[in-house]
């Protein structure tokens, strides 16, 4: 997942999380506020009366020592003045029902408060009714809650687009310097603009390293290839010197076998070198890909040189291959190459009377090319390693290998951008599948 997801993602569930404490709290805040509310309110009206007894006196409400009592026509509000016990005392603001002349009893938050007057003790009540109360939360509580998923909306698309800017450089980074380089060889480095100084850091450490990594592989190239070249000549020498001792009618029999030992491992020191210096032209470049050729009669030609071999250990070789699949923009003397050591390989790890199927589909636009054998097969920890220069596994030690079979393959393969996907089993067989870009392979 990317961070610029998981950051949305993150701050979507904060945002969730908030929404449902606020569905939980809403009410009893909304319930609080209300009750406040009505509190002031009941308040004023209680300090508005008293100022109207102050300024015109309790006879204003209460004549010939009768009870004043007030109320709305639907009963959502009344008053209540009457006289009391000298020492009763009540000043309170809380719920009540009440019970009118007509039956109906009805549920209040009132205002309780006695006053005197002229000696005289006076109780009053104002009442406000509960169900007002109610129907005056369910409208704000509604209000909040529209007004809290328009606020989580509007965070959430700020956040994805601030995200979005602030990730941008890491984005370019990765992009550019990472994704976007093909290894090993390296573009110039243009410094990523960001006013982020972390990813300031990242930039110019990831192009530090990559110089470093991109100046150690030239030398390696630099050192194979100017051995490969320096240690032919001697090999060169040394064989026609041994050639020439062959021709020398005095030189015993003992000799002679010394020798074709000593030519024995010349020739292959030679193949080596030959080996590590087409690994070195490969890896430099030096190679054009402008040829054009069947798949089908390169893989011919191939088996035409390989067959001695497949009969040797009586392997059955089976080809299913589209007629009308051609290489385009390839090298032909390489991809003849990789094809003759994976083939070859498959004869060399299988076993006596085993099978080779070399098979090609098309899939999502690629083409894959799969080579499959029925022999020893490789272990699953030993796969990532099979494409190192002069690795050899266990199996492969009794055979005459130098280990470089596969590295030889692996650059063929990163010359023409195809993908290799390896697949084995133990003592099952293996599976090498060659991924062509559409741009190696046309169908005609």
């Known amino acids: 997942m990317k961070l610029g997801t998981k950051l949305t993602l993150f701050n979507a569930i904060s945002k969730?999380?908030?929404?449902?404490?606020?569905?939980?709290?809403?009410?009893?805040?909304?319930?609080?506020?209300?009750?406040?509310?009505?509190?002031?309110?009941?308040?004023?009206?209680k300090n508005k009366l008293l100022q109207i007894v102050k300024s015109k006196g309790i006879e204003t409400y209460i004549e010939n020592g009768e009870a004043y009592g007030s109320y709305l026509p639907l009963k959502d509000e009344y008053i209540s003045l009457d006289e009391v016990d000298p020492d009763y005392f009540l000043d309170t603001i809380k719920r009540g029902k009440r019970l009118f002349s007509e039956g109906d009893t009805l549920e209040y938050r009132i205002l309780s408060h006695t006053f005197k007057v002229k000696n005289k003790n006076y109780l009053l009540e104002i009442g406000k009714s509960v169900d007002t109360l109610d129907e005056t939360s369910v409208p704000l509580q509604n209000i909040a809650f529209q007004v809290l998923l328009g606020m989580i909306l509007l965070t959430v698309l700020a956040d994805q687009v601030y995200s979005t800017y602030v990730l941008k450089p890491l984005r370019l980074i990765i992009k550019t310097k990472l994704v976007g380089q093909k290894f090993p060889n390296f573009h110039t480095y243009r410094q990523v603009r960001t006013t982020t100084s972390d990813f300031q850091h990242l930039d110019i450490s990831i192009h530090n390293m990559i110089?470093?990594?991109?100046?150690?592989?030239?030398?390696?190239?630099?050192?194979?290839?100017?051995?490969?070249?320096?240690?032919?000549?001697?090999?060169?020498i040394l064989q026609s010197k041994i050639e020439n001792m062959f021709e020398e009618e005095d030189i015993n029999d003992e000799l002679k076998v010394r020798l074709l030992e000593m030519q024995k491992i010349l020739n292959r020191l030679k193949s080596i070198t030959k080996t590590l210096l087409l690994i070195s032209?490969?890896?430099?470049?030096?190679?054009?890909?402008?040829?054009?050729?069947?798949?089908?009669?390169?893989?011919?030609?191939?088996?035409?040189e390989i067959s001695i071999r497949l009969q040797d250990k009586n392997i059955e070789y089976e080809m299913s291959m589209p007629e009308n699949w051609h290489f385009v923009n390839i090298n032909k003397f390489l991809l003849f190459n990789l094809f003759?050591?994976?083939?070859?390989?498959?004869i060399k790890y299988n076993n006596e009377g085993g099978s080779i199927r070399v098979t090609g589909v098309a899939v999502n636009h690629k083409y894959m090319i799969s080579i499959t054998d029925t022999g020893i097969g490789i272990d699953e920890d030993a796969i990532p390693l099979i494409f190192n220069r002069f690795k050899k596994f266990r199996q492969s030690l009794q055979q005459d290998s130098f280990g470089l079979g596969l590295p030889i393959v692996k650059s063929i393969a990163a010359f023409h951008d195809i993908e290799i996907d390896v697949t084995s089993e133990k003592d099952k067989g293996s599976t090498f599948k060659l991924i062509f870009p559409a741009t190696l392979i046309v169908v005609s």
């Open 16 to 45: 969730l999380v908030i929404v449902i404490l606020f569905v939980l709290l809403v009410p009893v805040l909304i319930k609080n506020i209300s009750r406040n509310y009505v509190d002031s309110k009941l308040i004023k009206q």
């Open 340 to 346: 003759f050591n994976l083939i070859n390989n498959a």
């Open 211 to 236: 110089e470093t990594i991109a100046d150690k592989f030239h030398k390696e190239r630099e050192f194979i290839s100017n051995a490969s070249h320096e240690l032919m000549t001697p090999i060169s």
């Open 281 to 304: 032209q490969i890896e430099n470049e030096q190679f054009l890909k402008e040829d054009r050729v069947s798949v089908s009669e390169l893989l011919q030609e191939v088996y035409d």
